[in-house]
């Protein structure tokens, strides 16, 4: 049977580096996307410039009807969704003083209501030996000042793993998160001072920010052979920051 990866966030930042990672590894991908259509475009011309098969897909996760018409059209163009990578988040950093209805409720929109629309469409079209996997963040367990909001969307999605994990009994559909450390990607970049990248970029034992690649081959190996006994897990690629 054909491997077909649906990854939302496709279009830029670790999601792209999933989808093409994952297109290296045979598998034909859906890459999902909300507002960045000519981004998403690149993705799907650098994947079948190799040799590949993709489709851009777009969508606002945080609404369910445009989720399961993504999905509907991943199998349209590329057979049954056997993979789903659920990529798509926003990042704000702010205090949670300062933290604004506004601001709360675009990461809930999107970090939480999007990862549960995803997942519980994987969950009811996935075929049996399928894999999903969810992107969260290290920062649930360092709990950084000016992450509150951002690190509890994530939590979430950490715990919407775990429990998915244990709905799926007796399909052979593995569950799994990667939580990321700092990782250079535009979106990290945003609203830091060089001052706070270079402190971050320090933290772990291997002194630097892991790039979009790095988390790319941890989701490759979760959706790969090796991967398949591992399951309800939230795996920390940070590069050993505690």
Do not use: H
């Not at 190799?50 to 606002?60: C, E, K, Q």
């Amino acid at each position: 049977m054909t491997r077909t990866a649906l990854v939302t966030g496709a279009s830029r930042g670790i999601g792209r580096a999933i989808a093409l990672r994952l297109a290296r590894d045979g598998f034909a991908i859906g890459v999902g996307y909300a507002g960045q259509a000519g981004k998403a475009a690149e993705v799907v011309d650098e994947i079948t410039a190799a040799g590949g098969r993709a489709v851009a897909l777009r969508a606002d996760v945080a609404q369910s009807s445009d989720v399961e018409r993504m999905f509907s059209e991943a199998e349209q163009a590329l057979g049954p969704v056997t993979a789903v990578v659920n990529s798509a988040g926003v990042l704000k950093m702010v205090p949670m003083a300062a933290c604004t209805d506004a601001d709360f409720a675009a990461l809930m929109a999107i970090n939480v209501t999007g990862a549960f629309n995803v997942l519980r469409a994987a969950a009811n079209r996935l075929p049996d030996g399928g894999r999903i996997v969810s992107i969260s963040t290290t920062v649930v367990a360092t709990a950084m000042p000016n992450y509150g909001p951002y690190a509890a969307s994530k939590a979430a999605v950490d715990l919407f793993t775990r429990v998915l994990a244990n709905e799926m009994r007796g399909r052979n559909i593995t569950v799994n998160a990667v939580a990321p450390g700092a990782t250079a990607t535009d979106l990290f970049f945003e609203g830091k001072t060089q001052e706070l990248v270079d402190r971050l970029a320090k933290a772990s034992p291997l002194e630097r920010l892991a790039v979009p690649e790095d988390i790319a081959g941890v989701v490759a190996f979760l959706l790969g052979p090796d991967g398949g006994w591992v399951n309800g897990q939230i795996l920390r690629a940070n590069g050993g920051v505690a």
